[in-house]
C-alpha cells in the first residue's frame, strides 16, 4: 500500500508540474497575441503595450522563481543521489566481487554450452589454469575419465527433470594431473525451460574422501580378519573336537565294561575332564559366531515351565556333588508357553545358574523366575540367580560381563574357565532385547538379574505324562561308516557292534562312492573331511544318480565343527541329518533308529 500510495503521489506532482509549464506558456502566448493586436489595431506601441510587456516580464521573472529555480534544485538533487547510488553500486560489487574471489569454496559459472564463464581465484589456484585458459573451456574436460560418463549422466537426468538445484561429488583433474575430490551445489537458471546459465559452489572434500576410503579399507580388512578367525576356528574346532570325540566316546565304552572301583573314579574323572574341555570349546566357538553376527535366533513355541524344570535338574547333580542346596521358583502367574530361542535361552539359564555352582562352596544357590508385566500378547519376565558364593568386588561388577575377564587372575587360577560364560550370556541377552545385571558383596554372594520380554505362544500340553523313549534298532540293518580317522572309527563300531549293527568301514570318500554303488545300505555315516573326495562331494555325486536308491537312502554327517554355516552346508549338499563329535552314545543311537526304516 506504501508503494502505491508513493506513485500516486509522484504522478500528482507530475501533474501539477506539467500544469505550471502549460500555464507559463499559454500567459506567454497570451500576452504576445495582445501586443501584436495592439499594434495590428493601433499602428504604435501604447502604454498598454509597455503594460503588457512588463507583465511578461514579471510573469517570466515568476516563472522563473517559482517553477525552473525549484526544478532545477531538485535535478541537482536527483543527481547527487545518482552520484552516491553509482558509488555505492561501485562499492557493492567489489565488496562482492572481492567476496567471492577471497571465498573459501570453489566458485563458477558456465554458459548454455557447459564452458567456463566466471572462475574465482581458488578455483584457478585448484586447477592450475590461469584466467584466460579457463574462461571458454568445457567443463567435462576437467572431470576425472572414470567419472566423467557418471557426472554427465546425472546433470543430463536432472536438466531434463526441470530441477533447480542439486549436489554431486566426483574427482576433478587440475593442469599438473593432481586429483581432487570436490562436492558441488549447483543451481541452475532457466529461461523458457532452457538452461542460460549454472552456478556451482563447490569444496575440496579430498580428505574427507581419503579419510572414507581408508575407513571402507579398514571395515573390508576387519571383515576379511573376522571371515580368518571364523576359518580358523572352524578348523581348530574339527582338529579338537575330533580327538575330543574319541576321548569321550571312549570313556563312555570304558564306562560300560566292569571296572574295579578305582579303574571306574578314574573314568569318572576322565569323562568330567573331557566335557569340561568340550564346555570351553563351545564357548569359544559361541562366543566367534556372537561377534562375527553369525548368531540367528530361532523363533518357535517352547514350553517355559518345562524347559526351565529340565534346566534346573540337569545342574542339579553338579549343586549335589558340592552339598549346595539349589532351590528354585517359578511364579505360578506366568503363561506356560511363549515364542522365542529356547536353545538360546536354556544357555542364559545353564551359564548363571553353572556360574552360582562354580563360585559357592557351601549354602545355596537360589532360582526365581517371576512375571514383571503384561502388555497384549508381550510378557517382561526375571531371572533372578542368588548365590551365597564368594562374591565379587565392587570395582570389578562392571568388567565381569567383558570377554576373557574374571573378578580376579587368582579366581581365574583357583576356578579356571576361559571367563566367556558371563560375556555370551550379555550378548545373547542382548540380541533378545533383554537386559542383564547384577548385585554383589564381596565374601556375601551375589546375584544375577536377567529381564527379558517375550511374547505368548501356544503348546500342547498333554495331561498324561508321555512315556520315556523307546530306542530299539530294528534287526538286520546295515550301516556305512565312511571315517577316515582310526579312533573314531574304533568308537563308532563299537557302539554299533554293541547294538547288533552290521556295519561296513571306510576311510575316504572314494571308497564311500564305491561301496554305496555295491552294495546296498540302510543308513550312510559320513564324514565331511576325508582324504581323496570330501563328504559332500560324494553325497552329491550319490545325490545326482537317477536310480531312487540313491536319492533316498539317508546320510548323516558326521561334523567335528559346530558352525551355523557348516551345518547349512550339510543340508544344502544333501544330507538329511548331521551329528556333531563329540557325541554322546544315545544321540548316535537315536540317529540310527530314526533312519534305520528305509
Known amino acids: 500500500m506504501a508503494g502505491k500510495h508513493g506513485n500516486i503521489v509522484k504522478g500528482n506532482k507530475i501533474k501539477a508540474l506539467k500544469s505550471k509549464y502549460l500555464l507559463f506558456i499559454i500567459s506567454i ?263 562375527a553376527q553369525k548368531i540367528a535366533l530361532e523363533y518357535i513355541d517352547f514350553d517355559l515351565r518345562e524347559l526351565f524344570d529340565k534346566t534346573i535338574e540337569i545342574q542339579r547333580q553338579r549343586a549335589d556333588e558340592k552339598s549346595i542346596t539349589l532351590k528354585y521358583h517359578i511364579d505360578p502367574q506366568l503363561p506356560q508357553a511363549f515364542k522365542g530361542d529356547p536353545v538360546r535361552i536354556i544357555q542364559i539359564i545353564t551359564n548363571l545358574v553353572s556360574n552360582a555352582i ?82 554383589s558383596t564381596e565374601g556375601n554372594g551375589s546375584t544375577f538379574t536377567c529381564v527379558l520380554t517375550l511374547e505368548r505362544g501356544e503348546v500342547n500340553v498333554q495331561e498324561t505324562e508321555q512315556p520315556p523313549e523307546v530306542l530299539a534298532i530294528p534287526a538286520g540293518i546295515h550301516v556305512l561308516v565312511a571315517e577316515d580317522n582310526q579312533v573314531n572309527q574304533l568308537m563308532v563300531t563299537s557302539f554299533l557292534k554293541k547294538w547288533d549293527v552290521k556295519y561296513t568301514v571306510v576311510e575316504n570318500g572314494v571308497a564311500a562312492l564305491k561301496a554305496i554303488q555295491e552294495q546296498r545300505f540302510n543308513i550312510v555315516l559320513m564324514d565331511l573331511q576325508m582324504p581323496e573326495m570330501s563328504g559332500y562331494e560324494v553325497t552329491e555325486k550319490i545325490r545326482g544318480m537317477d536310480e531312487p536308491y540313491y536319492t533316498n537312502i539317508p546320510i548323516i554327517a558326521l561334523t567335528a565343527s559346530a558352525m551355523t554355516e557348516v551345518r547349512a552346508q550339510v543340508l544344502a549338499a544333501g544330507m538329511n541329518d548331521f551329528l556333531s563329535k563329540p557325541f554322546h552314545p544315545d544321540d548316535l543311537k537315536r540317529i540310527v533308529v530314526k533312519y534305520a526304516r528305509f
Open 29 to 291: 502566448i497570451l500576452i504576445i497575441a495582445a501586443q501584436v493586436g495592439i499594434q495590428y489595431w493601433f499602428g504604435q506601441e501604447t502604454g498598454l503595450s509597455l503594460l503588457l510587456s512588463a507583465l511578461a516580464v514579471l510573469i517570466i521573472i515568476l516563472e522563473f522563481v517559482f517553477i525552473f529555480l525549484p526544478s532545477l534544485r531538485r535535478l541537482t538533487s536527483a543527481n547527487r543521489k545518482l552520484v552516491r547510488l553509482r558509488k555505492s553500486l561501485e562499492d557493492s560489487e567489489r565488496q562482492y566481487r572481492e567476496l567471492v574471489e577471497g571465498a573459501a569454496d570453489i566458485i563458477y559459472e558456465l554458459n548454455s554450452e557447459g564452458q567456463f564463464s566466471y572462475v574465482n581465484e581458488l578455483m584457478l589456484k585448484m586447477s592450475g589454469y590461469t584466467r584466460e585458459e579457463m574462461i571458454g573451456r568445457f567443463y567435462l574436460e576437467l572431470i576425472h575419465p572414470d567419472d566423467r560418463a557418471y557426472a554427465a549422466s546425472f546433470y543430463r537426468n536432472k536438466l531434463k527433470a526441470g530441477e533447480e538445484t542439486s549436489y554431486l561429488e566426483f574427482r576433478m583433474i587440475g593442469r599438473n594431473g593432481q586429483t581432487t575430490w570436490i562436492g558441488q551445489n549447483v543451481r541452475y537458471f532457466y529461461e523458457q525451460s532452457w538452461v542460460t546459465h549454472v552456478r556451482v559452489v563447490a569444496r575440496d572434500i579430498t580428505e574427507g574422501r581419503l579419510a572414507q576410503l581408508a575407513l571402507k579399507q579398514l571395515k573390508e580388512e576387519a571383515e576379511r580378519t573376522t571371515r580368518a578367525k571364523s576359518q580358523f576356528l572352524s578348523m581348530m574346532s574339527h582338529e579338537i573336537r575330533t580327538p575330543m570325540n574319541a576321548i569321550i566316546g571312549l570313556t563312555n565304552l570304558l564306562g560300560d565294561t566292569r571296572l574295579t572301583p578305582e579303574q571306574k573314579h578314574h573314568v569318572q574323572l576322565l569323562k568330567f575332564s573331557g566335557e569340561n574341555l568340550l564346555t570351553i570349546i563351545n564357548d569359544i566357538l559361541d562366543f566367534s559366531k556372537i561377534e
Open 358 to 439: 562354580k563360585f559357592t562352596h557351601e549354602g545355596s544357590v537360589t532360582v526365581n523366575l517371576v512375571q514383571l508385566a503384561t502388555a497384549g500378547e508381550t510378557v517382561t519376565l526375571q531371572i533372578d540367580v542368588t548365590d551365597t558364593g564368594i562374591g565379587i568386588p565392587s570395582d570389578k561388577l562392571e568388567t565381569i560381563f567383558e570377554s576373557f575377564s574374571q573378578a580376579e587372575e587368582a579366581t581365574a587360577r583357583k576356578y579356571g574357565g576361559t571367563g566367556l560364560g558371563l560375556a555370551i550370556t550379555r550378548k545373547l541377552v542382548d540380541l533378545m532385547g533383554g537386559v542383564i545385571s547384577v548385585k
